[in-house]
């Protein structure tokens, strides 16, 4: 008879293996997704992105492994444990203590091995019996720790910040107010549609519920055929602002929704239940937006006061483990990882970034980037695998129906109205197609699924689950082929030079004078410029910069006389010593909203045209102390003030539309 030993030994290398083909699959599936990228992109192929690919691929090799694989049978073991074993289906053990006999002979107590057996979920008729298939299943725990920080850091660090700013008040209004609307509407109308489907066990809370995960947006195919196009820097500018804090808004909506469904009483509306979620959602966020911006200064202010750029890989070592920390203290103080870690994203761009050396820059940007890259595909695949493998779905055609027709009546009521409340106060309108195309733009992604995915206990979050996997798919393959067309249907410009844009926009204005807005009043000015705008223009470049960077204005020039021993410690040796270095276009300067890029009329002033021809002297311009004039920010916290007069014609089936 062979030792238990060997025979636990051989379990265990048989785990290994499957553990190692169960990777190979993913990998090879990443590895065929490049390759595929690179050759629609080297023939300019634009019907299917890379993320519709991927699903595609996962789809494929789904099927392959469910239908076609030998697979390797799982052994199993049914045991019931004794009533007074003081545990419910509720609350089950977290762990099992079996004890196994090494023959027969049970009076052998000494030769018994206990063996741990840890709970992994409950236990469902359609689970999977193959060892690959169960193995390609993972811990929904992988899509909020490891796969998505990335992504979401990343957004927020190569945000562009210049153009986000600038339409700040209409992504604010897009993504908090019509995320909100976006999920009582789809909400309500699951709801309704439920009532008709007396067979689905879903309450009022449910179906806010998924109202809330499915406003999660992701246009990351759309906004992929944007930037290889050059759309219109603001139509970009709306569409990936709002989806960055779209994401965050419905992860903590999601929250307090469940916080509501766990405090209310059950039946009809429970006053103090709101109000605590309510809290609770307003808690979340600026908690989370606390540690995250806290966390992002505090690398600053480690990158500028010591020395460990003279050491690169150090330097890029403690921005990387700064950075995801962010995302692990908010969790464990039980706020929301994905807001703290945008925000960190967001203030490390801002301030960070100038203080690394010219190799963790260039570091730190590529390697989120791949990051990026490789996360967001491997969530891709895995949506398209686990159709196939994930044991917990529960397929409902009429309410994967109904929910697409919900989320279009969710995404029309989002996008329509705040256009127009938005329009009413902006001098440049956004246009009717614009509008068209944000409604186009609400695919859903990998926010989405991996909330869907988190919980699949009860058959309503399992139908919640197929469903959002069925609109992934949908918005993603069939709605992101369709971008390039949609855009020449739309008649929106392409072919727009977002860096030269970017380092001489008020001169491209100052160039084009009979076509824009004709000049406004001194007074006119005044009214239309923003106190809160100017607060913080000032605020961030007499005080925050040059206390968490080496730019100028110094610190000894900005605060009181009675500070002045305080600014000389907090002004090192290089801040005082170095003179406005040149800057590039993915600089952080460019979030500094001076008073030429923010004025509401065309400026007559030459200095533009020679800032144009020498671009080192933008961010000396930029960088210096504000006057204070009342020339500084007068715009209108991006509601929309500028107007670009740049017009190419391209070769292809766009050129005649742009």
């Known amino acids: 008879m062979e030792p238990i030993d060997e025979k636990v030994e051989d ?64 052994t199993h073991y049914s045991m019931t444990l004794p009533t007074d074993a003081n545990f419910t289906r509720n609350s089950p053990p977290d762990s099992v203590w079996m004890s196994i006999s090494d023959n027969q002979n049970y009076s052998e107590l000494s030769k018994n091995t206990k063996y741990e057996y840890s709970f992994q979920g ?33 957004a927020g660090y190569s945000l562009k910040r210049k153009h986000f700013f600038r339409n700040l008040g209409s992504i604010f209004l897009y993504a908090f107010l019509g995320t909100t609307v976006s999920c009582f509407t789809v909400g309500s109308l699951m709801f309704g549609f439920v009532q008709l489907m007396p067979y689905l066990a879903f309450s009022f809370n449910d179906c806010l519920f998924f109202g809330a995960i499915i406003s999660a947006t992701d246009p990351v195919t759309i906004l992929a055929v944007f930037s290889d196009l050059q759309v219109d820097v603001d139509l970009y500018a709306l569409v990936f602002g709002e989806s960055v804090l779209n994401d965050a808004v419905a992860i903590v909506l999601a929250g307090a929704i469940e916080t509501y469904s766990s405090t209310g009483s059950g039946s009809g509306f429970d006053s103090s239940a709101f109000f605590k979620s309510l809290g609770s959602f307003l808690a979340s966020f600026t908690g989370s937006f606390a540690i995250g911006s806290s966390m992002g200064c505090l690398t600053a202010l480690l990158t500028k006061y010591t020395k460990i750029k003279e050491y690169p890989l150090l330097e890029t070592a403690l921005f990387f483990l700064m950075s995801y920390s962010t995302f692990l203290i908010a969790e464990a103080a039980q706020l929301t990882g994905i807001v703290a870690v945008l925000f960190c994203g967001i203030t490390q761009a801002h301030y960070t970034y100038n203080n690394l050396s010219v190799e963790s820059r260039a570091r730190t940007k590529q390697f989120f980037e791949l990051l990026n890259f490789l996360s967001e595909n491997f969530i891709f695949s895995y949506i398209g695998v686990s159709v196939f493998t994930f044991s917990n779905h529960h397929w409902e055609t009429g309410f994967i129906l109904l929910a697409i027709i919900a989320i279009v009546v ?36 990998a926010i989405a699924y991996a ?7 009860s058959v309503a979050r399992q139908t919640m689950l197929s469903t959002t996997v069925i609109i992934v798919l949908f918005t993603v393959i069939v709605l992101g082929g369709c971008t390039t ?6 008649k929106i410009r392409v072919g727009v030079e977002d860096d030269n844009e970017m380092q001489s926009f008020s001169a491209l204005r ?11 009043s001194q007074e006119a000015r005044m009214q239309e410029k923003h106190k809160l705008v100017r607060f ?10 040059p206390l968490l960077t080496n730019s100028k204005p110094l610190l000894t020039d900005t605060l009181p006389a009675f500070c002045l021993p305080l600014a000389k410690l907090l002004t090192t040796e290089e801040q005082a010593c170095q003179t406005f270095p040149a800057a590039t276009s993915a600089d952080d300067v460019e979030l500094i909203l001076d008073e030429h890029s923010l004025s509401v009329g065309p400026q007559h002033s030459n200095s533009n045209t020679s800032e144009q021809n020498n671009p080192q002297s933008t961010p000396s311009r930029q960088m210096q102390q504000p006057t204070g004039g009342e020339e500084e920010v007068a715009g209108d916290l991006g509601l929309g003030d500028h107007v670009m007069r740049s017009r190419v014609r391209l070769a292809g089936p766009l050129g005649d539309n742009v």
């Open 510 to 520: 100052t160039q084009s004078p009979s076509v824009g807005p004709p000049p406004l």
């Open 11 to 74: 379990k265990v290398e048989k785990n290994h293996v499957i553990d190692s083909v169960n990777m190979l699959i993913f990998l090879f599936l990443l590895i065929l997704t490049t390759v595929t990228i690179w050759a629609f992109k080297y023939r300019r192929i634009r019907f299917l992105h890379e993320s519709g690919l991927a699903m595609i691929y996962g789809l494929i090799v789904g099927a392959i492994i469910r239908y076609a694989s030998p697979g390797i049978a799982r």
């Open 451 to 457: 909330l869907a995915i988190r919980n699949t206990s």
């Open 485 to 490: 067309p949609m855009l020449s249907w739309l």
């Open 410 to 445: 969710g995404r029309a009521l989002n996008v329509y109205p705040l256009s127009f409340i938005l329009n009413l106060g902006r001098r440049q309108k956004i246009p009717y197609n614009f509008q068209h195309m944000m409604m186009f733009a609400g695919l859903r992604g």
């Open 536 to 545: 913080w223009y000032n605020f961030d470049c007499r005080f925050l910069k």
């Open 122 to 154: 409950q236990l469902h008729p359609g689970t999977q019996d193959k060892e690959l298939e169960a193995k390609a299943t993972f811990d929904p725990e992988v899509f909020f720790q490891v796969l998505l920080p990335p992504i979401i850091f990343n």
